[in-house]
């Protein structure tokens, strides 16, 4: 499905988040990496624009991005290209669940609108927390599911459940994946939800950041110096 879409998912991003997107990513990076040197590993790269927002973190030395998708990463390859960024990230394919690193390896990792997508979130996350070194942190940029019974909560899931696949017949000409998009989210867990699963894959979760009435997170974890 992604390699379907990969030619218009930066667009759709751009539209669905009202342009908000690449400054969930900044703020999710800074949060990530700040005070922390070395390398770091952006899970589900996609079209690469986590991966670029750390790599312009001054105290990231370098980025891997990670996806399955091949055509994903031809697009970020393509954007690496264009902002002069071939040196600072390089890009591999692979998956999620069983990441090609050695443990203690990264000072952070990331994964933005990518946990809803694996079959199994908790190994994914373990997988992060293991190739992230003692004291270093893994965030999670999410959709997630609104809680509670205020009215937002009750309309959102509606709005986003007719609008979206009509923004992705019209922008993207692919009806079936904007459609599974937003049924992805209402089967998906709330930012509490994310928070107790990367605590139980090993993290302590350190800060959470709603965005967007509530409808996205971001939630930073940090690896404990010491094994528990
Ligand atoms: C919604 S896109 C997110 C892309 C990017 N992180 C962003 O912030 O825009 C989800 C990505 O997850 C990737 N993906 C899905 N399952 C995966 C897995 N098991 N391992 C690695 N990548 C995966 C897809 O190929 C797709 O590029």
Request: overall charge positive; hydrophobic content about 45%; charged content about 25%.
């Amino acid at each position: 499905m992604f390699g379907r879409i990969s030619a218009r998912y930066d667009l759709l991003n751009t539209v669905m988040s009202g342009g908000r997107h690449h400054a969930w990513r900044r703020t999710a990076s800074r949060l990530a990496t700040d005070g922390l040197e070395g390398a770091a590993l952006d899970v589900a790269a996609g079209t690469g624009d986590f991966a670029i927002s750390l790599a312009l973190r001054p105290s990231v030395s370098h980025v891997v991005g990670l996806d399955s998708t091949d055509a994903m990463l031809d697009r970020a390859w393509s954007k690496l290209r264009r902002g002069g960024l071939t040196r600072s990230v390089s890009l591999v394919l692979g998956d999620a669940h069983h990441l090609p690193f050695p443990d203690d390896h990264f000072a952070a990792a990331t994964v933005g609108f990518g946990i809803r997508n694996f079959a199994d979130v908790g190994r994914a996350l373990r997988e992060m927390a293991r190739v992230v070194r003692p004291g270093g942190r893994v965030a999670a940029l999410e959709i997630v599911r609104l809680t509670g019974r205020s009215p937002l909560s009750l309309v959102f899931p509606v709005y986003f459940r007719r609008v979206t696949p009509l923004l992705g017949t019209a922008l993207a000409g692919d009806r079936a994946a904007y459609t599974y998009l937003p049924e992805s989210v209402e089967k998906f867990h709330s930012a509490e939800e994310v928070g107790a699963m990367m605590e139980e894959a090993g993290l302590k979760i350190i800060d959470v950041r709603k965005r967007a009435l509530g409808s996205v997170a971001i939630l930073v974890g940090e690896r404990p110096r010491t094994r528990q």
